[in-house]
């Protein structure tokens, strides 16, 4: 880089400053003098000052009008123009594929406003709380049968007299979700029927396989096939039924057991009001929901289901084995 010295602006020539220039110096003085004289008299020469001086100022003039209108249009974005769309079929992402946490509220508020306590749900298979089992969803598998005995199972809902039931594979059993789930099933030759789930039906019962009461098999196919290929989905029932509190034996204030019984859909949540708010509790794989300290017990319970309605319970007492009525239900879907 150069120094500071090598950017100094250039000197006079000395010498050329001291040199005596007498002669020169006069002629070049009287030819200034002359070409000024010419100047002022054509400058002041009748008409001409304005004619000269008019068109500069008009060309000045329409320059600073067209100088702001070239930037204006300049900085205004050409429009591009709009894309082909594609003809491809767009392939979900796992953001879509994610499902939407709608606010149970506001889901209430909406059918309040429609006024249809039943209205059938736009898009179910984005119930914000599904687990593997999801509404709208059509499941292949097999469907095998096995004698229900007194109609009790894992589910815990004790002795039925209903023996359109099933037991469901562990994996869609998922730990109780899938307990009072209601279910289609449909044979290959047809015939549809509807059970209710019960029961967990352990290895080697596969991924989609169904373990249906004898006599829901039998409505499909013969007993001696033994098993058969077969479609199934999730249902949200017509019902008469409405939703009832259990609390398990051996509860009490300090610790407890909570298992609801008769929900249309399947469901995804129980909570019990505590002084700081809503505490969810831990689901058991026999479909109760504990409260290991005995916070909330005897308190509000919270119901939510795999839609995301709640139902909410006003307190009550803590009866171990004594099925309570609430008179809620969850609506259709």
């Known amino acids: 880089m150069a120094s500071s010295s090598h950017r100094r602006r250039p000197q006079p020539d000395r010498d050329f400053a001291w040199r005596p220039v007498r002669g020169p110096l006069l002629a070049v003085t009287a030819v200034a003098v002359v070409a000024l004289v ?13 004619g000269a001086a008019g ?15 070239a930037t204006t249009t300049s900085a205004t974005p050409t429009p591009s123009k709009p894309s082909k769309p594609s003809t491809a079929s767009p392939k979900p992402s796992a953001s879509s594929r994610t499902t939407p946490k709608a606010s149970p509220s506001t889901t209430a508020s909406r059918r309040a406003e429609s006024g249809t306590a039943h209205a059938p749900s736009v898009a179910t298979t984005t119930a914000p709380a599904a687990g593997r089992i999801r509404p709208g969803t059509t499941y292949q598998g097999v469907a095998t049968s096995y004698d229900v005995g007194n109609g009790d199972g894992a589910c815990s809902y004790g002795p039925t007299s209903d023996v359109m ?23 290959a030759s047809g015939t549809a029927i509807t059970v ?14 169904l373990d249906l009461s004898q006599q829901a098999f039998a409505k499909l196919a013969p007993l001696s096939v033994g098993r058969i290929a077969i479609t199934w989905s999730l249902l949200s029932p017509a019902t008469s039924e409405t939703v009832s509190i259990r609390y398990k034996t051996g509860s009490t204030q300090y610790w407890c057991g909570i298992q609801a019984i008769g929900h249309r859909n399947p469901l995804a949540r129980l909570e019990v009001r505590t002084g700081s708010g809503w505490l969810a509790l831990t689901r058991t794989g026999y479909n109760y929901f504990l409260s290991e300290q005995g916070t909330g017990c005897g308190h509000d319970i919270r119901l939510t289901d795999i839609y995301g309605e709640q139902l909410t319970v006003p307190a009550l007492a803590v009866r171990p084995d004594a099925t309570q009525q609430t008179g809620v239900q ?3 879907h």
């Open 38 to 50: 010419v100047t002022l008299a054509v400058a002041f020469r009748p008409g001409t000052a304005a």
């Open 55 to 69: 068109p500069e100022r008009a060309v000045a003039g329409s320059a600073s009008r067209a100088a702001p209108s």
């Open 165 to 187: 039931t099933a037991a469901m594979n562990t994996a869609d059993y998922e730990t109780a979700k899938a307990c009072g789930a209601y279910v289609s099933v449909r044979a």
């Open 196 to 209: 209710r789930i019960t029961n967990e039906c352990p290895a080697p019962c596969a991924p989609g396989q």
């Open 330 to 332: 969850f609506a259709r």
